[in-house]
Every structure is written in structure tokens, then in C-alpha cells.
């Protein structure tokens, strides 16, 4: 494909967004605009069905009505996973009482090593709010491939391993529409904007 058409094709696909945009607002409807990249309508996430670290079984459906903000990491990750969770914790101390319709969900893509107990104790260590989800290997490779999510095991020189894996949050929707991909950079303000932007959805 030539630089020409690939632009062209781009320009085309930015104008029907303006348009669509523009049809919205003639009805009265805005849009909202996030400071992440817009995703609506991808319906990420619909095959996700894992276990939470009480033992029940949970598919997105179970959390209708709040905005969802799904990570996929792992308990041993040194850097990446902390610092995410750490910025989810600030934002849910900026979004005051409306955090009570936000539910933060960590994936966790190294399931032989983070049992429910390992999981639970580490993310109610950043938000007594905060679920972990794992199960078999299978169920973790489905709900990251529903969400596009990629995660792959890395050998380490004293022969143990760590996980490489997506670093971004996804957010849903009340209705459990996958809406903004941020990257785990974008910080706290942004993040607790496009949040806002959901609920008042």
C-alpha cells in the first residue's frame, strides 16, 4: 500500500468519525472525549469468564452499572504491575464517593504461581475494592485474547521465568461496552477524567 492511499484511507476514516460526531451533537448528544484512545464499539472482553479470588465465578455482566477497569498483570512483576495499581489507587481516592461505581479487576497472566490467596492479598493491598481474577491456563488465554491482550512467559538466567504482557487499562462502560485503551503512562489525571466521562454516561 502506498504512504498516498494509507493517508488517504486514514483521512477518510477520521472524517466519518468527525461525521458521526457531528450527527450526534445535531441530536442532541456529545460525545464524550478521552484523553485515551477511543475504542468504543470493539467489543473487547466479551469472552471473559474467570474466577475471583473468593472462588465465584465472574463474567463481565456481573458488574453492570459500574465503569470497569480491567489491567492484566501478575503478583512477582517488578515494576510495571505495582506502579499501575498504585496510580488505580489514586484514582480512586480522586474520584471520591463515584469510585463506589468504579470496580478495578487485575488479570493475572502467570495463573501457576498466583493462587487466590497470593492474588488477593496483593491487590487488597492496593484497595481493599480491587479483584483479582485467575483460572486455568486456558480460561487466561481466552479472556486475554477477548481483549486482545498479549502475555508471554520469559526465562530468566536462575532458570525461573517472568511474564512479558499488554501495560495499558481498558475501561468499560455501565453496560460492559469496552469504550478507552490508556496506556499504563497517561497518569492519574487522565485516567480519573476519562472514569468521569463514563459514569456520567
Same mark, same amino acid.
Given at each position: 500500500?502506498?504512504?498516498?492511499?494509507? *493517508?488517504?484511507?486514514?483521512?477518510?476514516?477520521?472524517?466519518?468519525?468527525?461525521?458521526? =460526531?457531528?450527527?450526534?451533537?445535531?441530536?442532541?448528544?456529545?460525545?464524550?472525549?478521552?484523553?485515551? *484512545?477511543?475504542? *468504543?464499539? #470493539?467489543?473487547?472482553?466479551?469472552?471473559?469468564?474467570? =474466577?475471583?479470588?473468593?472462588?465465584?465465578?465472574?463474567?463481565?455482566?456481573?458488574?453492570?452499572?459500574?465503569?470497569?477497569?480491567?489491567?492484566?498483570?501478575?503478583?512477582?512483576?517488578?515494576? $510495571?504491575?505495582?506502579?499501575?495499581?498504585?496510580?488505580?489507587?489514586?484514582?480512586?481516592?480522586?474520584?471520591?464517593?463515584?469510585?463506589?461505581?468504579?470496580?478495578?479487576?487485575?488479570? #493475572?497472566?502467570?495463573?501457576?504461581?498466583? #493462587?487466590?490467596? $497470593?492474588?488477593?492479598?496483593? $491487590?487488597?493491598?492496593?484497595?481493599?475494592?480491587?479483584?483479582?481474577?485467575?483460572?486455568?491456563?486456558?480460561?487466561?488465554?481466552?479472556?486475554?485474547?477477548?481483549?486482545?491482550?498479549?502475555?508471554?512467559?520469559?526465562? =530468566?538466567?536462575?532458570?525461573?521465568?517472568?511474564?512479558?504482557?499488554?501495560?495499558?487499562?481498558?475501561?468499560?462502560?455501565?453496560?460492559?461496552? *469496552?469504550?478507552?485503551?490508556?496506556?499504563?503512562?497517561?497518569? $492519574?489525571?487522565?485516567? #480519573?477524567?476519562?472514569?468521569?466521562?463514563?459514569?456520567?454516561?
Amino acid at each position: 500500500m502506498s504512504v498516498f492511499s494509507a *493517508s488517504r484511507r486514514l483521512a477518510l476514516r477520521f472524517g466519518a468519525a468527525a461525521a458521526f =460526531t457531528a450527527a450526534l451533537a445535531a441530536c442532541g448528544e456529545s460525545a464524550p472525549t478521552f484523553k485515551g *484512545s477511543d475504542i *468504543s464499539g #470493539t467489543q473487547l472482553g466479551r469472552g471473559m469468564e474467570l =474466577t475471583d479470588t473468593n472462588g465465584k465465578t465472574r463474567q463481565l455482566s456481573d458488574f453492570a452499572g459500574k465503569v470497569v477497569v480491567v489491567f492484566f498483570g501478575f503478583t512477582q512483576c517488578p515494576d $510495571v504491575c505495582p506502579t499501575s495499581l498504585a496510580e488505580l489507587t489514586e484514582v480512586m481516592k480522586k474520584l471520591g464517593p463515584d469510585a463506589e461505581r468504579v470496580q478495578v479487576l487485575l488479570i #493475572t497472566v502467570d495463573p501457576e504461581r498466583d #493462587t487466590q490467596d $497470593v492474588l488477593k492479598q496483593y $491487590v487488597t493491598a492496593f484497595d481493599p475494592r480491587f479483584l483479582g481474577l485467575t483460572g486455568t491456563p486456558d480460561q487466561v488465554k481466552k479472556a486475554a485474547a477477548s481483549f486482545k491482550a498479549y502475555y508471554a512467559k520469559a526465562p =530468566t538466567k536462575d532458570g525461573n521465568y517472568t511474564m512479558d504482557h499488554t501495560a495499558a487499562f481498558y475501561l468499560l462502560d455501565g453496560k460492559g461496552e *469496552s469504550r478507552v485503551l490508556a496506556n499504563n503512562n497517561l497518569g $492519574v489525571d487522565a485516567l #480519573t477524567h476519562d472514569i468521569k466521562a463514563l459514569l456520567k454516561g
